[in-house]
């Protein structure tokens, strides 16, 4: 898909250019995390002004915001009083007080995405019902109350079955896997129990996880990002290939799947789509992010517009870029805690110290004040020629055997 420039070049109106900066309005993200912090990178290059609400004084976009305001995202006059203070409200994390931005919506104030998007991402099963409302593949599920009725999806899904946490889920917490009917009693109490609001999938046999970033403008113009494979290690996302080893006919599946997702959603701002391959060639989703995305970290390196960059376009009204990629291949590995405190930061700066003399590669630390155990403390990005090439700078970068022999 294509973003149609000429529709948006009309937002461009002469007497709404200011005179000193590229736009006078202040882009407000709830959030302060690592999405924050590489949106004001992408924003300080074009003199956008970022303002980011966030309860921790140290977060990541704390050092980089042209303003850090200290407080929840999920308070409601906190978030109140943040958006006074900016033209357009965006979001970094989808776990915000979404019945503000709902109010704030009819009062006037300009959300991107919409927050009718936010409060359907944010509830993974009420994302699941909207998403299955659309046609949308997904792998069955259904709402769990009681032993009864996982019992029942158990029956009907068979195992391995996945149960999940509706709400305030991230990097797999939320998620607890089920061998069999036994074992139904100890994940639901891993997760919170049945009150904590829980639902259940069908185990999705993958041959592999892709995701597609779309960015819509606020022209409703597409543009989508090549399709990538994620891996995941203990659920948390661990290593991005771009693009894809994938057929071009898979390709072409997963980003019909990825733009009719987005297309059901309102706002503009970039979406990431993650998708399921499995062995018959079906794609099946599961689930999307309505912001920037781990997926999409890449971008920064290896494509025309990163998606940072491509975020605030599309959110201030600006015409989309090309989200195509500017290297043949580009691999990312995520720097999770190995181990909590000081030994945690030593391991990770070993790291970067290898990283920092592989021709290609490209050092993000996220500044974390705490180092905590599979945390994501920062990522390295290797672009290079091809897929084969930059998957083996990797795999000597991570081979513990070469250091030690040096
Ligand atoms: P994040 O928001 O950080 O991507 P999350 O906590 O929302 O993660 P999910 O995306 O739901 O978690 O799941 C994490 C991982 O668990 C997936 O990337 C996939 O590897 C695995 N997974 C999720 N759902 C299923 C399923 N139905 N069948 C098999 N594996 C699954
Ligand atoms: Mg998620
Ligand atoms: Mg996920």
């Known amino acids: ?71 929840r995202f999920d308070d409601s006059t906190a978030v109140q009083e943040f958006a006074k203070r900016c033209g357009v409200l965006t979001v970094e994390i989808e776990h915000v007080d979404v019945a503000t931005l ?11 995405p919409k927050a009718s998007t936010i409060r359907i ?15 949308i593949p997904m792998p069955e599920f259904m709402q769990i109350d009681d032993l009864e009725s996982a019992v029942k999806a158990g029956d009907l ?7 999940k946490s509706k709400r305030l889920a991230y990097d797999g917490r939320g998620n607890a896997v089920a061998q069999s009917k036994e074992e139904l009693s100890s994940c639901v109490v891993a997760l919170g129990g049945y009150n904590h609001g829980l639902y259940v999938e069908k185990w999705a046999p993958f041959v592999k996880e892709l995701a597609v970033i779309v960015a819509r403008g606020r022209d409703n113009s597409l543009s989508c990002y090549p399709v990538v494979e994620t891996i995941h290690k203990d659920n948390i996302c661990h290593i991005v290939k771009a693009p894809a080893d994938v057929s071009w006919k898979i390709r ?7 733009e009719r997702a987005v297309s059901s959603l309102e706002g503009a701002g970039v979406f990431a789509v993650e998708l399921f391959l499995t062995r018959d060639d079906q794609i099946l989703l599961n689930e999307v992010a309505p912001r920037p995305h781990n997926s999409g970290h890449h971008t920064i390196e290896s494509c025309f517009t990163s998606q940072y960059e491509q975020h605030l376009r599309a959110v201030l009204g600006l015409p989309l870029g090309d989200s195509s990629m500017k290297t043949p291949a580009a691999i ?23 990283a920092l003399g592989i021709p290609g590669a490209a050092v993000h630390w996220y500044n974390k004040p705490e180092m905590r155990k599979q945390r994501k403390m920062g990522h390295i990005t290797i672009v290079g020629p091809s897929l084969a090439i930059v998957e083996a700078k990797l ?3 991570l081979s513990k055997e070469k250091e030690s022999s040096k």
């Open 1 to 71: 898909c294509r973003a149609s420039n000429e529709d948006s070049y009309s937002l461009f109106r002469e007497d709404e250019i200011s005179v000193h900066g590229l736009t006078d309005s202040i882009v407000g993200v709830l959030g302060g995390g690592q999405l924050g912090q590489m949106l004001c990178q992408a924003a300080s290059q074009m003199g956008i002004k970022v303002m980011v609400l966030d309860p921790l004084e140290n977060c990541p976009a704390s050092s980089l915001a042209y303003h850090h305001v200290v407080g």
């Open 102 to 112: 709902e109010k704030l919506e009819q009062q006037g104030v300009d959300c991107q």
């Open 121 to 135: 991402i944010q509830d993974k099963y009420i994302q699941k019902v909207h998403f299955s409302q659309h046609a």
């Open 157 to 163: 899904f068979g195992y391995p079955l996945m149960i």
């Open 252 to 258: 072409k599946l997963a980003t019909d799947v990825a």
């Open 332 to 354: 990312m590995y995520n720097l999770l805690g190995e181990e909590e405190g000081e030994r945690g930061f030593i391991l990770a700066h070993q790291l970067i110290g290898k």
């Open 395 to 397: 795999n000597s970068l």
